[in-house]
């Protein structure tokens, strides 16, 4: 059965940076992709970027500069890091298995 | 990028119904065309892969088509655990691109 489930921060500061980790299991990270995709409350779902099976990297354009993805397949792990977080960053993050299996959500609040 | 343009925002409907949203994409994407569903503080949920394939545990009264850049997914025989928000999603380019939603609710 796979299974993705996303820790991290509840609250960040602005100007901080985004740490959030997704473990999965029941899934290969070397035979499948990991993405991220973000909803802010009460809007629809953007798609933040990926990490590939090979390990290369996919990211949204407008986030590119700010915004990292790595992995370790030894703990079956997906990293996302995120730099000088504003507000409009408030977001729930979700990990996603090939855009099919899905995590139950990080709700992330950037706010002093 | 490529725009899917997602409609109704809103779909009223009652209970026993037949419903479609549709989506039109902005360019081809073949059938790299997915339907989620999307219930209050859940992940979304796979509904639809490949523009026509019921996802595993689906009931067979969701369906999906296409008629050339629009996609649509039906609902037959409404039922109200049927009430969500409905997205859809291209993945034939990247950035994969998602449709704006539609949320169906109870008439």
């Known amino acids: 059965q796979v299974q993705l489930k996303e820790s991290g921060p509840g609250l960040v500061q602005p100007s901080q940076t985004l740490s959030l980790t997704c473990t999965v299991s029941?899934?290969?990270?070397?035979?499948?992709?990991v993405h991220w995709v973000r909803q802010p409350p009460g809007k629809g779902l953007e798609w933040v970027g990926a990490i590939w099976s090979g390990g290369s990297t996919d990211y949204n354009s407008a986030l590119k500069s700010r915004l990292s993805i790595s992995r370790d397949t030894s703990k079956s792990q997906v990293f996302l890091k995120m730099n000088s977080l504003q507000t409009e960053d408030t977001a729930i993050y979700f990990c996603t298995g090939q855009l099919y299996y899905w995590g139950q959500g990080v709700m992330v609040t950037v706010s002093s | 990028d490529i725009q899917m343009t997602q409609s109704p925002s809103s779909l009223p409907a009652s209970l026993g119904d037949r419903v479609t949203i549709t989506c039109r994409a902005s360019q081809d994407i073949g059938n790299y065309l997915r339907w989620f569903q999307q219930k209050p503080g859940k992940s979304p949920r796979l509904m639809i892969y490949?523009?026509?394939n019921l996802a595993n545990g689906v009931p067979s009264r969701f369906s999906g088509s296409r008629s050339g850049s629009d996609y649509s997914l039906t609902i037959n025989s409404l039922e109200s655990e049927d009430m969500a928000i409905y997205y859809c999603?291209?993945?034939?380019?990247?950035?994969?691109?998602f449709g704006s939603g539609t949320k169906l609710e109870i008439k």
């Open positions: 999603l291209q993945h034939n380019e990247y950035p994969p691109t």
């Open positions: 029941g899934f290969s990270l070397t035979s499948n992709s």
């Open positions: 490949g523009a026509t």
